[in-house]
């Protein structure tokens, strides 16, 4: 959508990604991503951590099934969503405000690592949508149609 703020994050996992299913059976992956940024002092002739960015992340469907079988705490991963920012009242009634990635890409930082990528298969779900009794669409496809020998000119 228009006016979303959407950004990349380059990080390491916090925790093993937690996979669930809502009610419905969509899949979803929780798991934050702590970002800190390094810089050089030159006056000290060496590297400084500055203060680290701790984002929660969730990604749904078959990519949540992904990265829960793909990724876990410690990872160096680089991630790309919508920031998301949301505020609630805690348990003394003050309000707090946290801000949320809602992933759309994931994968791991090569930087300092290799990895083996394997295509996924396609699941049945994802190749044959449900159909139900109730669908008057839900018939079997037509059949090829045959054409008559004569253009319909």
Request: a neutral charge.
């Amino acid at each position: 959508m228009a006016g979303e703020t959407t950004i990349t994050v380059v990080g390491n996992l916090v925790d093993d990604p937690e996979l669930r299913f809502t009610p419905a059976g969509a899949a979803v992956a929780n798991f934050r991503i702590a970002s800190t940024p390094r810089t050089f002092d030159r006056q000290t002739n060496e590297w400084k951590d500055g203060e680290s960015l701790f984002l929660s992340c969730s990604v749904w469907r078959q990519t949540a099934e992904h990265v829960a079988e793909s990724l876990t705490r410690g990872t160096r991963v680089i991630v790309h969503g919508r920031l998301k920012q949301r505020t609630y009242e805690d348990r003394e009634g003050a309000k707090r405000t946290v801000f949320e990635l809602d992933v759309e890409e994931v994968g791991p930082s090569l930087k300092n690592a290799t990895a083996t990528v394997t295509k996924a298969g396609r699941s049945k779900t994802a190749q044959q949508p449900r159909q139900t009794a109730t669908d008057p669409w839900a018939t079997q496809a037509p059949q090829a149609p045959q054409f008559a020998a004569q253009p319909p000119f």
